[in-house]
């Protein structure tokens, strides 16, 4: 089994910027593709981005382009998400994903692996 640590969500003002980070422990070398998801208040769990294992491949929301950057230190067995040019509409518990498979996948049932959840909120 993978466990994954979600980190560095809080509360931030319009337009500011955040870091989450995801470590991974335990069966590492079984994780390859990792993602993030986020879920907010009465809405359904929506993927964020995704990347393999090497880092060469990345896909994102189409909403999301341009703000968001996923990228991961697989010496540090560690996935990150920088959030910029935060709105209101990014409230929400952000989660890490991983899966043994080497694709990137959009869906929540991709991934086996889950981490319990960070909060992030911005305000107007």
């Known amino acids: 089994q993978v466990q994954l640590v979600e980190s560095g969500g809080g509360l931030v003002q319009a337009g500011g910027s955040l870091r989450l980070s995801c470590a991974a422990s335990?069966?590492?070398?079984?994780?390859?593709?990792g993602g993030w998801f986020r879920q907010a208040p009465g809405q359904e769990r929506e993927f964020v981005a995704a990347?393999?294992?090497?880092?060469?491949?990345?896909n994102y929301a189409d909403s999301l382009k341009g703000r968001f950057t996923i990228s991961r230190d697989n010496a540090k067995n560690t996935l990150y998400l920088q959030m910029n040019s935060l709105i209101p509409e990014d409230t929400a518990v952000y989660y890490c994903?991983?899966?043994?498979?080497?694709?990137?996948?959009?869906?929540?049932?991709?991934?086996?692996?889950w981490g319990q959840g960070t909060q992030v909120t911005v305000s107007s």
């Open positions: 994903a991983g899966t043994q498979r080497d694709y990137i996948g959009r869906r929540a049932s991709d991934y086996a692996y």
């Open positions: 335990g069966r590492t070398f079984s994780w390859y593709a």
């Open positions: 990347t393999t294992w090497s880092g060469a491949y990345t």
